[in-house]
């Protein structure tokens, strides 16, 4: 495997997260520890049209292995939780009436991680039997969501398939073992050290 894989073309990146979703070692979470089963995927924001189409043809491709993938499109979530609960209509008059700093706290309380999204995940996780769960969408919650906040969150709820988080941004080493996010690849690091970037995972 090549030492920097983000920087490989992208059919390369395809044939290596296939290779690894498809083998036992993988699915079967070994060699983690004591580690929860979180991978980042990360990649550069301008190949995020290319990275959704890819998210789906691994899909489709584990599929006829019989691998089954639970893909939540974190965006689509939040606004399935915003509608049922039968806030939409008052979301877009408070957006028109309000400043943007007023309308990030109010989403930020409508889709709170612990009390809402995690719970959201968890249902349906529950309800559709999968081997590996892929989180999309990343970018487009920003900066209501957080991904460090929800894979803090998502760690006691998550830990019988592996996750896969396809994240527009560097998952980096930033010293003396420690690890950040760095969404779109300028915003400040947020740390994370749970996670396994899957470019460099090794079977």
Not at 41 to 58: G, S
Not at 147 to 152: C, E, G, K, R, Y
């Amino acid at each position: 495997m090549y030492p920097d894989l983000m920087e490989r073309p992208i059919n390369e990146r395809f044939d290596h997260l296939l290779k690894v979703m498809r083998s036992q070692r993988f699915l079967t979470m070994a060699g983690l520890g004591n580690e929860v089963p979180f991978f980042i995927c990360p990649f550069h924001p301008q190949e995020t049209n290319e990275f959704i189409r890819m998210a789906k043809q691994l899909e489709n491709r584990l599929a006829r292995i019989d691998i089954r993938v639970l893909a939540i499109n974190l965006y689509d979530l939040c606004i399935e939780l915003i509608k049922q609960d039968g806030n939409w209509d008052m979301v877009l008059e408070f957006e028109r009436e309000n400043s943007k700093g007023e309308l990030f706290d109010l989403l930020q309380g409508i889709l709170d991680p612990e009390e809402f999204l995690v719970p959201a995940i968890a249902r349906k996780v529950n309800e559709q039997s999968s081997d590996i769960l892929f989180l999309t969408g990343v970018g487009e919650v920003y900066p209501y969501l957080r991904s460090h906040t929800l894979l803090n969150n998502l760690q006691s709820t998550i830990k019988d398939q592996p996750m896969v988080m396809f994240y527009p941004g560097k998952y980096v080493e930033t010293g003396e073992g420690s690890t950040a996010l760095f969404l779109f690849e300028s915003m400040r690091g947020n740390p994370y050290y749970r996670a396994f970037n899957i470019l460099k995972y090794q079977i």
